[in-house]
């Protein structure tokens, strides 16, 4: 099967610009989550989709992140506008049903943003 | 709050011999664990999982870990490592069955010829 799609792969911006990433997840998976990964850190969940609601963003900085998955299928991923520790890998991943006995989380490969 | 603790954050090992990545949660009613992979600019792979029953859990590329409730510890360990097991490694707890991981801070392994 096709994995978790993601675009860019990388992406350099200047403080206080926008910037976008877009996720295709796996084919059939219901539920779709943002991970946000510092340098030397690990993941830590941003948000997490059930088909096209919100199950959990209370980690999302909502005053400059936001997210939507308006067909319950690929989802996009907002800065606006950005700052400087918003320099992270953003890790798209994707599971059947948001549970762990059916099937694992799917990781896409993730965008760099770089903000300078 | 759930937190997961890598207690190294880069081991040398050569190769073939035995490897231990340690990591540590806190406690909670129902837990769940799992050892990812991370190798270079790629996303992260799913090494084993804990859910329930045997302690002992295998995983891919000879990989197992050890669930110890007692000791709050999920370590990952290896008999022989080879070059190719380089790569970052994340533990990761879940309080439920509800796909929210959370990660601890990554190990690094360097393998050395």
């Known amino acids: 099967e096709a994995g978790v799609a993601q675009s860019p792969r990388y992406k350099i911006i200047e403080k206080r610009q926008s910037v976008a990433f877009w996720c295709n997840p796996i084919?059939?998976?219901?539920?779709l989550y943002w991970y946000q990964q510092i340098l030397g850190q690990g993941p830590k969940l941003l948000i997490q989709f059930q088909n096209n609601g919100v199950v959990d963003d209370s980690q999302l900085p909502k005053d400059r992140f936001s997210a939507e998955r308006l067909k319950g299928v690929d989802s996009t991923l907002k800065i606006q506008p950005a700052k400087l520790e918003d320099s992270a890998v953003y890790l798209c991943a994707s599971s059947l049903d948001g549970g762990y006995y059916n099937s694992p989380l799917h990781f896409g490969n993730g965008t760099r943003l770089t903000v300078t | 709050a759930q937190s997961v603790t890598q207690l190294d954050s880069q081991v040398p090992v050569f190769e073939e011999a035995p490897v231990e990545l340690r990591c540590n949660y806190s406690s909670s009613v129902s837990v769940y664990l799992f050892w990812y992979v991370q190798y270079p600019n790629q996303g992260l792979q799913l090494l084993l999982k804990?859910?329930?029953?045997?302690?002992l859990v295998k995983g891919i590329n000879g990989f197992e870990a050890e669930f110890n409730k007692s000791q709050t510890s999920f370590h990952l360990r290896k008999p022989s490592v080879h070059i190719s097991d380089t790569a970052e490694y994340f533990c990761?707890?879940?309080?439920?069955?509800?796909?929210?991981?959370?990660f601890g801070q990554g190990t690094t392994l360097q393998v050395k010829p």
């Open positions: 084919s059939g998976h219901a539920t």
């Open positions: 990761a707890a879940s309080p439920g069955n509800t796909g929210k991981l959370i």
């Open positions: 804990y859910l329930s029953g045997s302690t």
